[in-house]
């Protein structure tokens, strides 16, 4: 029998989004959309240009839980050592002791992470896929839970450099925040009058209480049919005149996950066509690759998206 999830779970994202509320003004959707990469246990890309407020978006999520937070500030110069850790001389004893990096936190913001070269970038593979860091020989397992949220500028602005593939395929979801509405953004203006609203964000859940609700989003049924649906937008992808690249396997798996948290964030224990609908565009179109006629004809991977989604069907 179908029905719903438990309300402590629910209740709880709930007051996680009423506090990042207060600090992001008129993006709800934006809100929904980090929760369901929370539930999900996906790292979350967020693209824009400076100064809309996704650093500010990613600190706030932090201070909502009660979990390490660290932040890396991605520059040219930063090498995968300042990211991942090295181990310390000690010349007292001749000793070497391994210092860890930011890496070994719960949540990690990479801000501006393509502002650092691609090897510094390639550092974060292992860790987004496996939640464990390889240094000198020795495997180190990261924190649980372990979320990358990262920022990044447009391609186009002067100093930065495009994420490899194998990188942004270990995102979960990519979202843009765009500006706020005019009424919003006078809010903005105003709500800082005294002091910054993030000093006011409370914390809601804990690492263990992320946990519980990870492990009850992935007891949502998803049924077969729901499956061969996302495996048929799979193919659609590959298939697809205006693109070199597909979606992988670990882009359906991922998106299996989402649809599941959604449907847990919607308060229903089971997942329905629209969660693939609603989410897909956001989880898949940053893995795809545009062939060269494509990419120097405007076309944009979310429209291709959109266009499968439309010409594929539901039923098997």
Do not use: W
């Not at 974060?124 to 372990?146: C, D, K, N, W, Y």
Request: glycine share 6%; hydrophobic share 40%; net charge neutral.
């Amino acid at each position: 029998m179908l029905g719903s999830v438990s309300t402590q779970g629910r209740e709880k994202l709930l007051q996680l989004k009423a506090q990042l509320e207060k600090v992001i003004l008129g993006k709800s959707d934006v809100i929904d959309r980090l929760l369901v990469a929370l539930v999900s246990g996906s790292h979350l890309l967020m693209e824009d240009v400076p100064g809309v407020g996704k650093t500010t978006l990613a600190k706030a999520l932090a201070r909502t839980i009660a979990c390490d937070f660290k932040r890396a500030q991605f520059t040219p110069d930063l090498l995968p050592t300042d990211i991942l850790g090295s181990s310390v001389y000690s010349p007292r004893d001749g000793t070497f002791t391994f210092k860890q990096g930011p890496i070994f936190t719960n949540v990690l913001l990479a801000d501006e992470i393509n502002r650092a070269s691609p090897r510094t970038q390639s550092a974060l593979l292992e860790a987004m896929s496996e939640r464990q860091v390889s240094i000198e020989g020795v495997t180190h397992a990261l924190p649980a839970p372990f979320l990358v949220i990262a920022t990044q500028n447009p391609i186009e602005f002067h100093g930065t450099y495009p994420l490899p593939e194998a990188q942004l395929d270990r995102f979960g979801m990519r979202i843009n925040l765009g500006h706020p509405a005019p009424e919003h953004e006078v809010e903005v203006l105003y709500s800082q009058f005294h002091h910054h609203p993030i000093d006011d964000v409370k914390p809601v859940l804990d690492g263990p209480g992320i946990l519980a609700i990870q492990a009850e989003a992935r007891a949502v049924r998803v049924d077969r049919h729901l499956g061969q649906y996302l495996i048929k937008i799979a193919d659609a992808s590959r298939k697809h005149p205006s693109l070199k690249m597909g979606c992988s396997t670990r882009g359906m798996l991922s998106l299996f996950r989402i649809i599941q948290a959604r449907a847990y964030r919607e308060g229903r224990d089971y997942a329905i066509p629209e969660d693939v609908k609603a989410e897909a565009t956001h989880a898949l179109a940053h893995r795809l690759g545009l062939d060269t006629k494509a990419k120097y004809s405007g076309v944009k991977k979310e429209d291709i998206v959109r266009e499968i989604l439309e010409a594929t069907s539901v039923g098997v």
